[in-house]
């Protein structure tokens, strides 16, 4: 059974950083796509940053380029995405994703995502 648990959310003042982590058991990363995706109240969920197998690039959506980092821990089967300067629009909730062939801000093609971990940035 595949899970994923997204984990490091919490409360920040604008500027601040978290480092969101995603757990995943029952498939190996390396193996994967793996994205982020963020979903603030009455929004669709926005696709923030991915890792592309085929490509072996990592994307990023333009609001989280120069400001966010995606990467991995093979050995951890873990991902994480550090986000750095952090501001009252990055208030969400983030999700972890992963698939496989993905198109990579495409949230319709993953196969397996987490709960979700909240972020909250204060100004």
């Known amino acids: 059974q595949v899970q994923l648990v997204e984990s490091g959310g919490g409360l920040v003042q604008a500027g601040g950083s978290l480092r969101l982590l995603c757990a995943a058991s029952g498939l190996t990363v390396r193996f994967y796509d793996m994205g982020w995706f963020s979903q603030a109240p009455v929004t669709q969920r926005e696709f923030v940053a991915a890792?592309?197998?085929?490509?072996?690039?990592?994307y990023y959506a333009d609001p989280a380029k120069c400001r966010f980092t995606m990467y991995r821990d093979n050995a951890k089967h873990t991902v994480y995405l550090q986000m750095n300067s952090l501001k009252p629009e990055d208030t969400a909730l983030y999700y972890c994703a992963a698939g496989r062939s993905v198109r990579f801000s495409r949230s319709g093609d993953y196969d397996y995502w987490g709960q979700g971990t909240p972020v909250t940035v204060s100004s």
């Open positions: 890792f592309s197998l085929s490509v072996g690039s990592t």
